[in-house]
């Protein structure tokens, strides 16, 4: 157990649906963020919040919608999404983002398939 | 051309043998990372550095800054050991933002 929970663990969505995936981390950390992981593809930074300030949008589609109401929680908002959405989605935290580096720790993802 | 590179892609070993994974970088680092990836999708983290080497059970992780160069071993090899080993580096000065490699599917049989 790793100390950061995804829930769902699967999800199935048309493409005009509005979903959301919740990602919490139960370590104290200060540190939140969103990857994709597609098949036979490297993991794609998305989002990181620090202290609840987005610190990173790297260049998402308006379909992700992310939210950070706390340190320990992380949400992203799914709407009008396409089938190449379809992917991994994997949340991480960390103690902090700056001064140094930190390690990440990940939850189990959310398998998301678009139809 | 990925700015991290792994080698091999593929492995497959018999259970006891010692095995090397390769990662090679093209930036300027602070830190190295290696992951594990189990079926079904959790990433673990396994180590962290910026130097030398590190040792934790079975694994050992070495990096040389100056051939911008990392190696994950692991002694006498297990089939629970398989999985993807994914090697990672925070570049461009940030302490948070990593680039991933491919990552190396191993398989370990009994």
């Known amino acids: 157990e790793t100390g950061v929970t995804q829930t769902p663990r699967h999800l199935v969505m048309g493409m005009t649906n509005k979903k959301s995936l919740k990602c919490e981390q139960h370590?104290?950390?200060?540190?939140m963020y969103w990857y994709k992981q597609s098949a036979k593809k490297p993991l794609e930074l998305m989002f990181v919040?620090?202290?609840?300030?987005?610190?990173e949008n790297n260049s998402v589609p308006s379909r992700f919608s992310p939210e950070c109401p706390n340190s320990s929680h992380l949400f992203l908002h799914l709407h009008t999404l396409q089938p190449e959405d379809s992917a991994l989605y994997l949340c991480?935290?960390?103690?902090?983002?700056?001064?140094?580096?930190?390690?990440?720790?990940f939850g189990p993802g959310t398998r998301l398939t678009v139809t | 051309k990925n700015e991290v590179e792994q080698s091999p892609q593929n492995l497959t070993a018999q259970e006891g043998e010692f095995i090397t994974i390769n990662c090679s970088y093209s930036?300027?680092?602070?830190?190295l990372h290696w992951l594990q990836q189990h079926p079904g999708g959790g990433i673990v983290s396994l180590f962290m550095l910026s130097s030398g080497k590190k040792k934790h059970g079975r694994l050992i992780a070495t990096i040389n800054i100056q051939e911008k160069h990392s190696s994950l071993h692991i002694t006498a090899s297990h089939p629970r050991d398989s999985a993807v080993y994914i090697c990672?580096?925070?570049?461009?000065?940030?302490?948070?933002?990593?680039?991933f490699g491919k990552g190396t599917l191993l398989t370990v049989n009994p």
């Open positions: 919040y620090s202290l609840e300030e987005r610190v």
């Open positions: 930036v300027g680092i602070s830190a």
């Open positions: 991480a935290s960390s103690q902090g983002t700056s001064g140094h580096s930190y390690e990440q720790y």
């Open positions: 990672a580096v925070n570049s461009g000065g940030s302490n948070y933002k990593l680039t």
């Open positions: 370590l104290g950390h200060n540190a």
